[in-house]
């Protein structure tokens, strides 16, 4: 089983800056990609930024400037700093590792349970 948890999530104002955190765990051989998606109630879920076999870093034009995706492929980690926040980054934000599960050949998509940014005014 592998596992996806996500932190770092909370309130902050508009302009301010929150830092996510994502790590997965469990029985994998590798992960190939990592990324960070967001969704607001009665929408659908929106893919934010995410690396593939630690090629290109590729960005929504949404957060593009304002947000910088980083990851530890030692610690099986992804990062997400956002800064200068606005009142329409407030979502709950998800993890996707794609990871290969230990023995087996194929790919499978793993997501995390979700951290809630919330942008006041």
């Known amino acids: 089983q592998v596992y996806v948890q996500e932190s770092g999530g909370g309130l902050v104002q508009i302009g301010g800056s929150l830092r996510l955190s994502c790590v997965a765990s469990g029985d994998m051989s590798g992960i190939m990609t990592m990324a960070w998606y967001r969704q607001t109630p009665g929408k659908q879920r929106e893919w934010v930024a995410a690396?593939?076999?630690?090629?290109?870093?590729n960005y929504a034009e949404s957060v593009k400037g304002r947000f910088t995706f980083s990851r530890d492929t030692a610690k099986n980690a992804a990062y997400l700093q956002m800064n200068s926040l606005r009142l329409e980054d407030t979502a709950i934000y998800y993890c996707?590792?794609?990871?290969?599960?230990?023995?087996?050949?194929?790919?499978?998509?793993?997501w995390g349970q979700g951290t809630q940014v919330t942008v006041s005014s």
């Open positions: 996707l590792s794609t990871a290969q599960p230990l023995g087996a050949s194929y790919w499978h998509d793993y």
């Open positions: 690396q593939t076999n630690g090629g290109t870093i």
